[in-house]
């Protein structure tokens, strides 16, 4: 099986292009295998790049413990490149099929290569069953769970819950470090407030128009960079009052732009994307690097 590793802002993932790869029979299984950075390729998941009967192509996205996600900002970006740069849709907006619907992507091209993209991540969710959480509403913002406390162990944290078509749990704090992320991340992720686990962000603000941010995916742990987890974060910061409609999230991997746009009220996702190298994957052996 031939493979590709791209990366969006360090959140990295082995690409296989179903147009001309068959889909493997066990993706969950696969993914695991491939994720492994010590005795696989290594990556955060497996993504599958398939054809699509609604749009230019459809994703397909499985984290590293072989769960399959509804969705992945860095990893979308990541598609478009793929598309545009292997000559499978040359065009300059592309529509890309995920588990949170039909995404519109507008491609950022130089020397024929695409470098940056904005993706159109549609409206965030904020009704708890949707999210899905059991976090109960915050009246004074319409039910939606905007700092509201989630007891974690001996802490009671105060939290804001969204989903852009996958479900994120907001922490703001004073001073981000490891012990946040590595030490609550974990716990947060396998809440029994969260269903359906989730994914947990970390947040310092360093003014009303950029923030850092460390993260906690759910399925994969700490990565570099969480693509809907920032647009969380944009939505979030803008509930609470403490940050702008327009944001810069700086992650371990690199920056984000956000813009939560009062116009359709979509948030808007701009980042890079990078293709890493290609390979084959044997099964039961050794993988190798394309020498090409």
Same mark, same amino acid.
């Given at each position: 099986?031939?493979?590709?590793?791209?990366?969006?802002?360090?959140?990295?993932?082995?690409?296989?292009?179903?147009?001309?790869?068959?889909?493997?029979?066990?993706?969950?299984?696969?993914?695991?295998?491939?994720?492994?950075?010590?005795?696989?390729?290594?990556?955060?998941?497996?993504?599958?790049?398939?054809?699509?009967?609604?749009?230019?192509?459809?994703?397909?996205?499985?984290?590293?413990?072989?769960?399959?996600?509804?969705?992945?900002?860095?990893?979308?970006?990541?598609?478009?490149?793929?598309?545009?740069?292997?000559?499978?849709?040359?065009?300059?907006?592309?529509?890309?099929?995920?588990?949170?619907?039909?995404?519109?992507?507008?491609?950022?091209?130089?020397?024929?290569?695409?470098?940056? =993209?904005? #993706?159109?991540?549609?409206?965030?969710?904020? &009704?708890?069953? *949707?999210?899905?959480?059991? /976090? @109960? !509403?915050?009246?004074?913002?319409?039910?939606?769970?905007?700092?509201?406390?989630?007891?974690?162990?001996?802490?009671i944290l105060r939290v804001t819950c969204v989903s852009m078509g996958n479900p994120?749990?907001?922490?703001?704090?004073?001073?981000?470090?490891?012990?946040?992320?590595?030490?609550?991340?974990?716990?947060?992720?396998?809440?029994?407030?969260?269903?359906?686990?989730v994914n947990v962000e970390f947040v310092q603000v360093l003014s009303p128009q950029?923030?850092?941010?460390?993260?906690?995916?759910?399925?994969?742990?700490?990565?570099?960079?969480?693509?809907?987890?920032?647009?969380? =974060?944009? #939505?979030?910061?803008?509930?609470?009052?403490? &940050?702008?409609? *327009?944001?810069?999230?700086? /992650? @371990? !991997?690199?920056?984000?732009?956000?813009?939560?746009?009062?116009?359709?009220?979509?948030?808007?996702?701009?980042?890079?994307?990078?293709?890493?190298?290609?390979?084959?994957?044997?099964?039961?052996?050794?993988?190798?690097?394309?020498?090409?």
């Amino acid at each position: 099986m031939r493979f590709t590793k791209m990366h969006g802002a360090g959140n990295d993932y082995i690409f296989v292009n179903c147009f001309q790869e068959p889909i493997p029979e066990d993706p969950a299984e696969l993914a695991r295998l491939v994720s492994d950075r010590h005795f696989g390729v290594g990556a955060d998941g497996l993504i599958l790049i398939c054809p699509s009967e609604k749009a230019d192509a459809r994703m397909r996205i499985f984290n590293a413990d072989g769960s399959e996600a509804e969705m992945c900002g860095n990893g979308v970006r990541c598609v478009a490149k793929y598309l545009y740069d292997h000559g499978i849709a040359r065009k300059p907006t592309l529509r890309i099929e995920t588990g949170r619907g039909i995404l519109s992507l507008e491609l950022h091209v130089s020397n024929n290569r695409v470098e940056r =993209v904005r #993706v159109d991540m549609g409206e965030p969710i904020l &009704t708890p069953a *949707q999210i899905p959480t059991t /976090l @109960p !509403g915050n009246p004074q913002h319409g039910g939606a769970v905007v700092d509201v406390e989630l007891p974690v162990e001996d802490r009671i944290l105060r939290v804001t819950c969204v989903s852009m078509g996958n479900p994120h749990c907001v922490c703001f704090v004073d001073q981000l470090s490891d012990e946040w992320v590595l030490g609550l991340g974990p716990k947060i992720e396998h809440h029994p407030r969260f269903p359906n686990r989730v994914n947990v962000e970390f947040v310092q603000v360093l003014s009303p128009q950029e923030v850092k941010v460390g993260v906690w995916e759910r399925g994969s742990g700490p990565t570099l960079a969480c693509g809907t987890g920032a647009c969380a =974060v944009c #939505v979030a910061g803008v509930l609470t009052g403490r &940050t702008n409609r *327009q944001l810069l999230a700086h /992650l @371990p !991997g690199g920056n984000l732009e956000l813009l939560w746009s009062e116009t359709d009220l979509h948030v808007y996702l701009t980042g890079p994307a990078v293709e890493v190298f290609s390979g084959i994957w044997k099964a039961g052996e050794d993988w190798l690097l394309d020498e090409e």
